[in-house]
């Protein structure tokens, strides 16, 4: 309990720092996560379409997958140097497989009965996708972003390791220089920022799934 | 039918134009094989059939023996593996999918409501591509709500989630004609529908077609359905048409066993049920008097009906009345007459 004091007064004294933190933290993140959307949603849609392009796509996405984003990041040191290139590349990389394994599959799950009727009342393979197929399958694309955000958010801790800032900085000097209080401040920050943005954007899919519909 | 209808694409010159009013539906030859494997017998085999603009046909044939997919052969959802559909004596092929789709109602067998949509949504999807201002596809969905019996105020803005089974086929209805479209193709629409909605609708829709002059291909496992509401009958087996040709005609003269079987012809009664007074009467002379207590139906009116009134009564004959006027009468010869199954044991398999 003294601790948890001992950390708000931390805070209360850095707030300059803190805040600049936060914000580059949370800069960094949303960075790459929307980098990632505009990437790899596109990919999942290919991928949907089925045939050996999925195959190979989602098999490079899970490949990537297995690699720590910690290795991404020392492997870009000697192309980007230190810096927050390194960072956002590796959180952007970070953010895709879930992204793209939920726009594949939610894409694919739409009812075929639902996309017959679409085509057979006269919509064009366009006006089928962007009216039918995609707003139904938007509740589980917008899960893999809720995933890979928070994803993203936890690990944008280690953007401290090469330089680029963030949250992260207060726990690696707090492991450096044995401070709780500093460790504590990082770790409990980042910690809600993950949990706000998971809720909001739980909210946001709730929205965008039509009533009655809810997957189980 | 003075139904002007617009594209809101401008069509290159050369395309030929989807029909708008009634349209004539040719099938020459046409052939539908899956690719199901080896060996497997085509979908649709070998059809050949003329749906006149206006006429109402019923597709009828046990399960599996390509209602379906004839109809989807109609608007483009298939294209035939040989042969060709002309519609309108264009072949469909030259015709534009999306484009001849808009311009065909289609009720789709298993439902296939929009469930992101409303109700109101639903039925407004061609309307809406077809580029219809807002006022005017508002007016036309509150007119199709009421029409299907489902009050606007209540159900325009509910989602298809929050319908019973029936509801949701009703707005698929709805949806299908909500742009008056020259031809209806309907699967099996009546088919999660209790006896009351069910016959409630299939006048509704008899009536609309009727005052519309729409070309409608319409499936049903139902011979009742299918008598009530056909101009004509397709009865299928095993991707081929067995018969086709009126209700009366097929339930009077079967053309094999087994349409004799699906109408249950043998069935003395049955066939009673689903032959027309005016199918089995004796047309009146004009000098043939007709007493004050003689007692008279107007058409329709099955056979079957007639028989009780005649068993009851115990009166040696019933007048028939169309339109108020007397047509011709019915006694027991008469409708011994229709009571004998006619047919040809010729290319009788099933013995
Ligand atoms: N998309 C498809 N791919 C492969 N085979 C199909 C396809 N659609 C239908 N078939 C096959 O073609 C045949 C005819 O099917 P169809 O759906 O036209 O039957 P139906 O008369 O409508 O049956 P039901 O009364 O059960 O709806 C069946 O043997 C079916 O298995
Ligand atoms: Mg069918």
Redesign the pocket.
Known sequence: MELLVETWEYVAENADRFQQAALVHLGLSFGALAIAMLIFIPLGVLASMGGRLTANIVGAVAAVRVIPSLAVILLLLPVYGLGWRPALIALTLLAGPPLVVNTDVGLRGVDAATLEAATGLGMTRSQRFWRVKLPLALPVIVTGVRTAAVEVIGSATLAAFVGAGGLGLFITSGITLLDERMLLAGAIAVTILALLTEWALARLEGRVTPPGTARA | MTNARSSPTPRHPDTPTPPSGATQIRFERVTKQ?D?GEGARP?VDDVSLTIEPGEFVVLI?P????????LKLINRLYDPTSGVVLVDGTPSQDLPGPDLRRHMGYVI?QGGLFPHYTVEKNIAVVPNLLGWEKARTRARVDELLELVGLPPGEYRHRYPSQLSGGQQQRVGIARAVAASPGTLLMD?PFGALDAITRSRLQEELRALTNRLGQTVVF?T?DIDEAVLLADRIAV?RE?RVEQYDTPTEIIMRPCNRFVADLVGADDLLRRLSLVGALAAMVPLDSDDGIGEDEITVDVPIRVRHVLSLLLESGAPRVIVRQDGVPVGYLDLPAIQAVSIPHYDGADDALG
């Open positions: 899956f199901n979908a044939g399960s599996g023996c390509g209602k379906t997919t004839l067998q099996e499936v496992h299928m991707g």
